[in-house]
């Protein structure tokens, strides 16, 4: 038998269309744990570089945004603003290794 060309019935249009909805209010949701995750993470992690002296406060000269850039090996500075995106090298302050 071939494939019946019938239409679907409103009511399963219906029954579909719910069924979307709620796959994507699923993901919504998982979306939003995995952020909230994500930033306890973050926060985590930033308290235990503040902790450990591992992190380097710089106030954005442009915005006077806060940024907290870590101080490690292999990690470059962020060279902008993440707020303003105007460039943070206009008066270096403290960089690594403080040498003079
Ligand atoms: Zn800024």
Not at 11 to 30: C, F, P, S
Not at 46 to 57: G, Q, R, T
Request: aromatic share 4%; with cysteine; charged share 25%.
């Amino acid at each position: 038998m071939t494939r019946s060309k019938q239409k679907m019935t409103m009511r399963q249009v219906e029954d579909a269309l719910n069924t979307i909805a709620e796959r994507q209010n699923q993901i919504a949701h998982l979306l939003q744990n995995l952020l909230q995750e994500a930033e306890k993470q973050n926060t985590i992690m930033l308290n235990l570089l503040i902790d450990l002296d591992k992190i380097e406060v710089i106030i954005c000269p442009s915005c006077e945004g806060v940024i907290n850039f870590p101080t490690m090996k292999g990690l470059e500075r962020d060279t902008h603003c993440p707020y303003c995106q105007k460039a943070l090298d206009s008066n270096q302050q403290t960089l690594f290794g403080e040498e003079e």
